[in-house]
């Protein structure tokens, strides 16, 4: 009896992801299962090695596989391997393209002579944040579920009241007396100074 058939009528969760290090062939689901046992991983294992043991006898373990290390693979994510899903390389992709902007613009500010430039830099800063935030989240679930984000509900959003509004002025000057002095905090100072400006035109359109 091959070794899969007789962990599959004596399931180790440890002794399986040895198993699937020698005979599977999904970089991701290796990650997957070096993370550790859960209600996702180890019904995943066992599915895995069921179908590796349908293949049976033809599954061999070459060589190279044997002797490759997989120890790094758990600090791997599954989004950053070369077999990840076209899908995901490209909103990892697209991250790196949002933070080498904000590297760029982040870089300039020290170059920029007038306030009106800085303002200008500091708007194309702070426009990267949301979807930076937005990427890692789709990715993290992959990392997490091995599949991609499913689509949010549309949504009607109602426009904020006044008093959140000014509430929320109110927060954003406050933030900019405080830290208006310390050069460390100047891109975050211009990038508030227009976000207050942005609100107080929608206040004053309410």
């Given amino acids: 009896m091959h070794e899969i058939s007789r962990w599959l009528q004596d399931p180790d969760y440890e002794k399986g992801v040895a198993l ?28 895995a090695l069921t179908e590796l043991a ?10 190279a596989t044997v002797a490759k290390p997989i120890e790094h693979l ?22 790196r393209e949002h933070y080498d902007e904000m590297r760029v613009q982040h870089s300039r500010l020290k170059h920029l002579s007038t306030d009106i430039e800085r303002f200008e830099a500091a708007k194309q800063i702070i426009s990267q944040e949301g979807p930076i935030w937005e990427l890692w989240e789709q990715t993290n679930y992959y990392d ?39 050069p460390a905090r100047e891109a975050d100072v211009l990038a508030w100074q227009a976000q207050i400006r942005q609100l107080e035109d ?5």
């Fill in 74 to 95: 758990k600090s791997v994510r599954p989004s950053q391997l070369p077999d990840a899903p076209a899908e995901v390389k490209a909103l990892v992709q697209k991250r």
């Fill in 20 to 47: 699937y290090d020698r005979f599977g062939n999904s970089s991701s689901l290796k990650v997957l299962f070096h993370s550790g046992e859960s209600s996702l991983s180890r019904p995943k294992l066992k599915q």
């Fill in 202 to 206: 929608q206040i004053a359109h309410l």
């Fill in 54 to 63: 349908s293949q049976l006898p033809a599954a061999k373990p070459s060589v």
């Fill in 144 to 182: 997490e579920h091995l599949k991609l984000l499913p689509p949010a509900p549309t949504v009607q959003v109602e426009n904020p009241d006044r008093a959140t509004l000014r509430q929320k002025l109110t927060n954003l000057r406050t933030y900019v007396s405080k830290h208006k002095k310390n």
